[in-house]
C-alpha cells in the first residue's frame, strides 16, 4: 500500500505534534517496510498534494524528516528542491495515487478512493477560545474541523479525555474513535553523568538548583499562575529555587514578564528559550521539581518526559492530565495557587515522598512507549 503522512508538524522547531509526527513516520517504515510511505505537507498552498518518498532504510528515512528542520525563511525553499529532487529521481507520486491518508495534525485530505486516518490531539478551542494563536485557525478548528471528523474513516484520540471531548463537541460516533496514547521518547532517561549536565547548564545558564517548567508560552499553561505560586514560595522564604520557564514564546505572553518584574522576581525566573532535542532530557535531570499546571490538555507529553528523566511532577488534576500522570504525579487544581505552591514545597521538604514520586514516575513512563503507539496507529491505519 501507499501511505501518506502529513509531515508538517515535524517542521521547524517540533512541539508535542511535531514528535508525534516525527516518531511515528520513523518507525512505520521500520515496524512494515513492504508498504510504501510518503512525507506530505498539506499546507503547501500550490493546489496540489506531492509526496516526498521514505526510504524503507530507516538511517535514511531518518535523514528525509531531517531535512524539514530547515529554518524558515528557507522551508518553502527546500520543500519545492525535495519536489524536484524525488521528480527527477522518478519517485514523486500524486494523492490520486495513494491509498491511504493519515493527518497527523487535525486535518485530512478527501478523495473517493482514498482512506483517510485523522488524529484530533485535543479540543482546547471550545474550551478555551481565547487562547487559540490565530483567527485562521480558530475558524478551521471550528468550522472545518466538525467536517472533516465526518468525512475521516477513522480517528485516532491521544487519550480518553480526548476521545470523550471529540464525542461531545463534534457528534462522532463512538466506534469510530480509537484512543491511541502517545510514547515517550527512549532518550528521556537518568542522565547521572556530570560532565554532561554541566555542559548544559552552562550552555543555558541554569542556576544551581530550580523548579522547571517545558512547553510553549502562551496562556492555556497557566504559566501566570505557576509565577503567581513560585512568588508565594519565595515570599515564605523555605526554598532558594530559581524558576526554569523553557519554551518558545507561543502567543499572549506579553504581560508575563512585566508580572515577574512586579511580584519582585527579577534574575529569578529565567527564560532559555526553545532547548532542543538533545539537550532537552538533561534539563529535566538537572531540575528539581517539574512543574506543569496546565488549563487544559490532550495529553501533557512533557509529564511522562519529565518522569522518564527521575524528575518529581506536579500537574493538574484536569483535562487528560490526571489520566496520564496517574497516581505518579501531585496533582493540582490549576486555579488554586496555594495547591500549586504547596505541592511544590511539599515535594521538596518530604523526602519520602519526594522518592516515592520519582520511583512511581519512572515505572508510569514506562507504559508508554512510541513503538507501541506505532504499531497501534499503523494497525488502525490498515484496518481503515
Not at 257 to 282: C, M, N, T, W
Not at 367 to 373: G, H
Amino acid at each position: 500500500m501507499k501511505i501518506v503522512i502529513d509531515a508538517r508538524p515535524a517542521m521547524l522547531q517540533k512541539t508535542g505534534i511535531g514528535h508525534y509526527t516525527y516518531n511515528l513516520a520513523k518507525r512505520f517504515v521500520d515496524l512494515a517496510p513492504e508498504h510504501d510511505y510518503y512525507l506530505c505537507d498539506v499546507f503547501a498552498g500550490m493546489g496540489f498534494y506531492n509526496m516526498f518518498p521514505m526510504s524503507k532504510n530507516l538511517s535514511r528515512a531518518d535523514l528525509f524528516l531531517d531535512l524539514f528542520k530547515i529554518p524558515f525563511p528557507f522551508v518553502t525553499l527546500s520543500r519545492l528542491l525535495l519536489l524536484v529532487w524525488s521528480k527527477l529521481r522518478g519517485e514523486a507520486t500524486q494523492i490520486e495515487e495513494t491509498d491511504i491518508f493519515f493527518g497527523t495534525n487535525f486535518r485530512g485530505v478527501f478523495r473517493d478512493h482514498l482512506k483517510t486516518v485523522i488524529t484530533i490531539h485535543d479540543m482546547a478551542h471550545e474550551y478555551f477560545p481565547d487562547t487559540i494563536k490565530d483567527a485562521e485557525t480558530y475558524s478551521y478548528l471550528k468550522i472545518e474541523l466538525p467536517e472533516a471528523a465526518r468525512k475521516a474513516h477513522k480517528i485516532i484520540a491521544v487519550s480518553e479525555t480526548t476521545r470523550s471531548d471529540i464525542i461531545r463537541f463534534l457528534g462522532i460516533n463512538p466506534d469510530k474513535i480509537r484512543v491511541v496514547y502517545n510514547g515517550v521518547d527512549t532518550s528521556f532517561q537518568q542522565i547521572p553523568d556530570l560532565a554532561l549536565r554541566s555542559k548544559v547548564r552552562e550552555k543555558y545558564s541554569l542556576p544551581p538548583r530550580f523548579f522547571l517548567y517545558v512547553g510553549a508560552i502562551q496562556p492555556r499553561k497557566n504559566i501566570n499562575g505557576l509565577v503567581e505560586a513560585y512568588a508565594k514560595i519565595r515570599a515564605k522564604g523555605l526554598v532558594s529555587h530559581d524558576l526554569v520557564i523553557a519554551g518558545a514564546d507561543s502567543w499572549k505572553s506579553e504581560g508575563l514578564k512585566d508580572r515577574i518584574g512586579a511580584l519582585g522576581l527579577q534574575g529569578k525566573v529565567h527564560f532559555p528559550g526553545y532547548v532542543s532535542d538533545e539537550d532537552l532530557p538533561l534539563l529535566y535531570n538537572l531540575a528539581d521539581v517539574f512543574v506543569f499546571p496546565s488549563l487544559y490538555e490532550g495529553f501533557g507529553l512533557p509529564v511522562l518526559e519529565a518522569m522518564a528523566c527521575g524528575t518529581p511532577v506536579v500537574t493538574s488534576k484536569t483535562s487528560s492530565l490526571s489520566e496520564i500522570a496517574g497516581a505518579a504525579a501531585l496533582l493540582v487544581d490549576p486555579d488554586a495557587i496555594d495547591e500549586i505552591a504547596g505541592a511544590m514545597e511539599r515535594l521538596m521538604e518530604d523526602s519520602d515522598l519526594r522518592n516515592s514520586c520519582i520511583e512511581r514516575g519512572l515505572a508510569r513512563a514506562k507504559l508508554f512507549t512510541w513503538d507501541s503507539c506505532a504499531r497501534e496507529t499503523l494497525a488502525l491505519l490498515l484496518e481503515a
